[in-house]
């Protein structure tokens, strides 16, 4: 295999990826490669990440479990703090019982393939997490895809005599940073005997009452959606993923669901420093409230010096640019001014849909907001270029 052949096209493409190494907390202002900068491409969108009341419940149950779980949840990983958190989830989602996973990934292929089987058809939205798209890939499904947020697509799609049926899409995507119609969605799913799943990773905590996710702001919940994905690294702060529905459906993924038998379970000391994140999210109207307002004011900036945005209802507003090394360009230019916000380019997004990702946080100040819009006003006035593709 020709590794470095591969490396060296991808380079000239300008997808080349590289990590960059953080060394302070994960909060808007970072020590990253040794350089201070304001950073613009977390997910913790509530600050909850560095939270004392989550740090302080992290290490009393630190010191008072140990460090890591030991073992698989099955063989004898499964701490107290996991069986609280799941309880605590269920009554904070409104769903009958919930399941944690050790990681989002882990947590779609896990029960697509639990719940799929040859004879099955799973219908997935084109722009799905790489996540839902491997596990219905993988399952051994008849694998189908509809254009990105187009029900009369879907179903289509769904039409036909396959014995078990399932719809699948992200609640908000995590490129776009749109909101899926979860009601019409389950009316299609409804007219066909389809089952419907949500992965809401970036939606829980964001929207919603009491952040509860794009299911429960629609006005759904378990009957419509029977199963419900959340990841607990993004607004919640802290690591893990869960599944939440029927306590038939967590049974049956404890039986059948491989990526949650054969690892290591979550270390309790995050569970319990999730289950306070939890608390914390749940009572955060007000931060909810403050990072609508940011999300607003950049639009409506940013619009009005002439980029071109992505209907963006969420703390995610893509501003597209379309070329990849073009993405580069600004991404650099950006950081030269102390301003960390990635280049999201392919194959992470279709082709010329190349884009810088902004995602705000409660925990951003409208000064530091001031300082990235002055600096895509510079911008704009240097690269007469651009021309928002």
């Not at 999201?344 to 884009?355: E, S």
């Amino acid at each position: 295999m020709d590794l470095q052949g591969r490396l060296q096209k991808h380079q000239e493409a300008g997808l080349y990826r590289q990590r960059r190494l953080l060394s302070s907390p994960q909060t808007p202002e970072q020590c990253v490669d040794g350089q201070s900068l304001i950073g613009f491409c977390s997910n913790d969108y509530l600050g909850l990440a560095n939270h004392p009341k989550v740090i302080e419940a992290m290490v009393t149950a630190a010191q008072r479990y140990g460090v890591g779980a030991g073992a698989s949840h099955l063989v004898n990983g499964h701490h107290e703090t996991h069986h609280d958190l799941e309880t605590a989830l269920a009554e904070f989602l409104g769903y009958p019982s919930v399941l944690l996973f050790s990681t989002g990934y882990m947590a779609n292929t896990g029960t697509l393939n639990a719940l799929l089987d040859r004879k099955s058809l799973v219908v997935q939205d084109r722009l799905n997490h790489a996540s839902l798209l491997d596990g219905g890939l993988s399952s051994g499904a008849t694998f189908k895809r509809f254009n990105h947020g187009d029900y009369s697509h879907l179903d289509q799609q769904l039409s036909g005599d396959s014995p078990q049926k399932w719809a699948v899409t992200d609640g908000i995507f995590s490129m776009d940073g749109d909101q899926a119609d979860l009601r019409r969605m389950a009316n299609v799913c409804a007219k066909h005997n389809a089952g419907l799943m949500v992965d809401d990773a970036h939606g829980i905590g964001v929207c919603g009452p009491n952040g509860r996710g794009t299911v429960a702001q629609q006005g759904l919940g378990v009957t419509e959606v029977p199963v419900l994905v959340g990841t607990l690294g993004k607004a919640c702060g802290t690591f893990g993923a869960f599944v939440a529905g029927s306590e038939q459906l967590t049974d049956a993924l404890v039986q059948f669901a491989r990526p949650y038998i054969y690892t290591t379970a979550l270390p309790p000391a995050v569970a319990a420093a999730s289950l306070t994140a939890l608390q914390l999210l749940a009572q955060a109207d007000e931060a909810r409230a403050h990072l609508q307002q940011l999300q607003s004011r950049l639009r409506q900036e940013l619009t009005a010096m002439g980029y071109h945005l992505w209907d963006s209802v969420s703390p995610i507003q893509p501003v597209m640019i379309g070329d990849a090394a073009q993405a580069m360009a600004y991404s650099d230019a950006l950081l030269k001014r102390g301003l960390l916000v990635t280049a999201i380019r392919p194959p992470t997004v279709p082709k010329h849909t190349a884009r810088l990702r902004v995602t705000l946080s409660a925990s951003h100040t409208n000064q530091q907001l001031d300082q990235l819009l002055q600096a895509f006003c510079d911008l704009r006035h240097l690269d007469r270029s651009y021309h928002g593709a």
